[in-house]
């Protein structure tokens, strides 16, 4: 099965709710105002959420007139074009700006990825997921076990290293998770590796310790490598629903989210969440978690997504 046929698998229990609601709201010949506040009220009861669904309709709204759309099945195509562009990653983002300068030296690590979340959304698993695929991308990459809060962390997250095949930094002794990512920056130094993944902590004794440790590693990894990219990918759990645009909200708040991975995709009917995200926080999801195996991590592409639920 292909990438779009696992897709197409995984957002099957989404298609049978979300989309046969969106699906009903176009079932009808005239195109009024009666139409986008049926659309509205049914995107906001499958989990997009107030600010997705308003953001939406007023696109949309803004789409019929323009085009002077006066046909449901015409509209609905303008819906589905305005998901894609809800969707599609802000042009400033700079995937493809490696170091950000033209430097003679080569960098190691070129880029430091922060997988940060709450507990039990993923983050681990995504950890070794993404290793996976950076590894057959061709990058040599390093994974830094810096959740030193739950003592099976680094064992289960070892696991995960081995399968993708990667360089594995953790550091008993200390406790210290900053500690663990200072020792994985001089390790990627040493072994020229270009991407350096941290598994981080999801839950601390509170909340305002969590932000902070962030914070603190935030802060080592720029002072450690200056000229690498540094990305903070934060986790959320799609099954989650709305808790996952909450939660969002929070961690953007704190650290500098560059990227969204949205896991358990597969088998849930909310993926609808992916827009009410998406709208909530002007931050892009790169990844989507499609399953518990090595390959089960996807690139976001919008159009491929909003071909899945709707195609
Ligand atoms: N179905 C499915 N399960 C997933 C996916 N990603 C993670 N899981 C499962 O979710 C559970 C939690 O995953 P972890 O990776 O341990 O989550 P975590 O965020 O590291 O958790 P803490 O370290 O406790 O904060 C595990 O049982 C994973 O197998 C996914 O994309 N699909
Ligand atoms: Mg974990």
Not at 66 to 76: D, F, H, P, Q
Not at 238 to 253: L, M, P, V
């Amino acid at each position: 099965m292909g990438f779009f046929g696992k897709l197409t698998g995984s957002l099957r229990k989404t298609r049978e709710t979300f989309v046969k609601g969106v699906d009903s709201v176009f079932r009808v010949d005239q195109v009024n105002e009666e139409l986008f506040e049926r659309l509205e009220e049914t995107l906001i009861l499958s989990d997009v959420g107030m600010h997705g669904a308003a953001e939406i309709c007023k696109r949309l709204r803004g789409a019929a007139k323009k085009l002077r759309v006066s046909s449901s099945a015409e509209l609905k195509k303008e819906f589905v074009n305005v998901i894609c562009e809800m969707l599609a990653p802000e042009s400033k983002e700079g995937e493809s700006s490696g170091a950000g300068q033209e430097v003679a030296v080569k960098i190691a690590p070129k880029k430091v990825i922060l997988v940060v979340g709450v507990n039990g959304v993923g983050k681990t698993t995504t950890v070794g997921k993404l290793a996976f695929f950076l590894k057959n991308q061709g990058e040599r990459v390093s994974v830094a076990a810096a959740d030193t809060f739950r003592d099976a962390a680094a064992a289960q997250l070892a696991i995960w290293v081995e399968r993708a095949g990667v360089r594995f930094v953790k550091n008993q002794a200390t406790g210290d998770p900053g500690a663990v990512v200072f020792d994985a920056i001089k390790d990627a130094k040493e072994q020229e590796i270009d991407v350096l993944i941290c598994d981080t902590a999801g839950r601390l004794h509170n909340k305002k310790n969590l932000m902070a440790e962030l914070h603190k590693i935030g802060s080592i990894i720029e002072r450690n490598c200056p000229n690498a990219v540094k990305e903070v990918f934060l986790v959320l759990d799609a099954t989650t629903g709305q808790t996952a645009i909450s939660q969002a909200r929070e961690f953007k708040s704190v650290v500098d989210v560059t990227g969204i991975v949205l896991t358990k995709l597969d088998g849930t009917s909310k993926g609808g969440v992916v827009l009410g995200v998406r709208s909530e926080l002007d931050v892009p999801i790169r990844f989507v978690g499609l399953g518990e195996n090595l390959e089960d991590l996807l690139v976001f592409d919008p159009r491929e997504f909003a071909a899945a639920l709707f195609g």
